[in-house]
């Protein structure tokens, strides 16, 4: 696989992602109590360090966008 084919399909997985993540499908990381907050936010960061770089900071710009407590887990 390409270099070129990888990041394009990481960047529609995640863009697939947060079209579901800011849907009304889930609970609202603000809704769950503490400890699964703490493993959805884990869950999140995982995510985000396995990305290239630069789709990394525009998920993390979504998330900041969004706000934390609105990102859905399903």
Do not use: C
Not at 8 to 20: G, P
Not at 29 to 43: N, Q, T, V
């Amino acid at each position: 696989m390409t270099r070129a084919i990888a990041y394009w399909e990481q960047k529609q997985a995640a863009e697939n992602l947060w079209q579901f993540a800011l849907s009304d499908t889930g609970y609202r990381i603000g809704e769950i109590e503490a400890a699964g907050r703490d493993l959805a936010l884990r869950l999140l960061d995982t995510y985000v360090e396995n990305l290239q770089p630069d789709l990394a900071e525009q998920q993390l710009q979504h998330i900041r966008d969004a706000g934390i407590d609105k990102i859905r887990f399903a």
